[in-house]
């Protein structure tokens, strides 16, 4: 069982929809990620989250509004998306501090599909 | 920058027959090194990391050992099954990545034939 949990696991919605993505993690890391993932290639990042800060905004494009309510969650705000924002999206979390080289944990992901 | 380059694949196999992927890295000072695993319609899921040189990480009868001098954390296990049919991604973290970061390779698709 993963220990970082993603809802919905399958998202349908047309360009103009509003929907939200979901993350949470209870491992007391304070480092928190979304990445974006096209079929068989590496996972791109999008955001990073430490301390429930936004740290690094990988020039994703407005459309996509990320929130950190708090250390165990972590939102993803979709709005107007375009049919190229159809991929799986993935959550990972990791610790913080002296172990910042640890590995991050990866949730299974919301496959998301633009109309 | 830092980088990740492993073998092109995809990589077909019998069941039983010896793995290799091979993973070269380019980085400063000293990264940790990872391998994830990425079965079909579910996310990335570490299968084994090394912190520092020499380090040999081992899961499931994968091992990977981390060679400073060669830049390589080569994935290999002794006797593949069906079940390990799946994504595989060579990545690091830290050496002198923005914090945060991993960087990953382009991964490898195993497929395992009975």
């Known amino acids: 069982d993963t220990e970082v949990t993603q809802t919905p696991k399958h998202l349908v919605m047309g360009m103009t929809n509003k929907k939200s993505l979901k993350c949470e993690q209870h491992m007391g890391h304070r480092a928190m990620y979304w990445y974006k993932q096209k079929a068989k290639k590496p996972p791109e990042l999008m955001f990073v989250?430490?301390?429930?800060?936004?740290?690094i905004n990988e020039s994703v494009p407005s459309r996509f509004s990320p929130e950190c309510p708090n250390s165990s969650l972590l939102n993803l705000h979709l709005h107007a998306l375009q049919p190229e924002d159809s991929a799986l999206y993935l959550c990972?979390?990791?610790?913080?501090?002296?172990?910042?080289?640890?590995?991050?944990?990866f949730g299974d992901g919301t496959r998301l599909s633009i109309l | 920058g830092n980088s990740v380059t492993q073998m092109e694949g995809p990589v077909t196999l019998s069941e039983e027959a010896f793995l290799t992927i091979n993973c070269t890295y380019t980085a400063t000072g000293y990264p940790s090194l990872f391998w994830y695993v990425q079965y079909p319609g579910e996310g990335l899921q570490l299968l084994l990391k090394?912190?520092?040189?020499?380090d040999k990480g081992s899961n499931k009868g994968f091992e990977a050992t981390y060679r400073k001098e060669t830049t390589s954390f080569h994935l290999e296990k002794g006797s593949v099954q069906v079940s390990d049919s799946a994504v595989y991604f060579c990545?690091?973290?830290?050496?002198?990545?923005?914090?945060?970061?991993?960087?990953f390779g382009q991964g490898t698709i195993l497929t395992v034939h009975p």
């Open positions: 989250y430490s301390y429930e800060k936004l740290s």
């Open positions: 990545a690091l973290s830290g050496g002198g990545t923005s914090y945060g970061k991993l960087t």
């Open positions: 090394a912190t520092k040189a020499d």
């Open positions: 990972a979390s990791s610790p913080l501090g002296r172990d910042s080289n640890q590995p991050q944990h």
